[in-house]
Nanobody, 117 residues
Framework: VQLVESGGGLVQPGGSLRLSCAASGFSFSRYDMSWYRQAPGKERELVAKITSNGRSTNYADSVKGRFAISRDNAKNTVYLQMNSLKPEDTAVYYC???????????WGQGTQVTVSS
């Protein structure tokens, strides 16, 4: 089982990044997918979630209207489009997979996002 995040990096305030998480080794289309983030000295927090069929999403209040989660079940990939980035968005971003029925869950290793001028 693997969840491999990519797309992180350094961006100026107001800029955009698109994170990707490529999944392998499990039935991706059965799993709800989420992005979490953890800033230095803070607890890991949920950023966005998308259901297994892609029909429902939800977001942390702090990113509503700026971030968008999507998935492509044919490519076993989930995305996080991040716009209007702020310094407070700086964190390690993690991909998370959960099959609610069996409570199977997997984490990626994370990708660093730094928003700074």
């Amino acid at each position: 089982v693997q969840l491999v995040e990519s797309g992180g990096g350094l961006v100026q305030p107001g800029g955009s990044l698109r994170l990707s998480c490529a999944a392998s080794g499990f039935s991706f289309s059965r799993y709800d997918m989420s992005w979490y983030r953890q800033a230095p000295g803070k607890e890991r927090e949920l950023v966005a979630k998308i259901t297994s069929n892609g029909r429902s999403t939800n977001y942390a209040d702090s990113v509503k209207g700026r971030f968008a989660i999507s998935r492509d079940n044919a490519k076993n990939t989930v995305y996080l489009q991040m716009n209007s980035l702020k310094p407070e968005d700086t964190a390690v971003y993690y991909c998370y997979a959960l099959w609610t029925l069996l409570r199977n869950e997997y984490w990626g290793q994370g990708t660093q996002v730094t928003v700074s001028s």
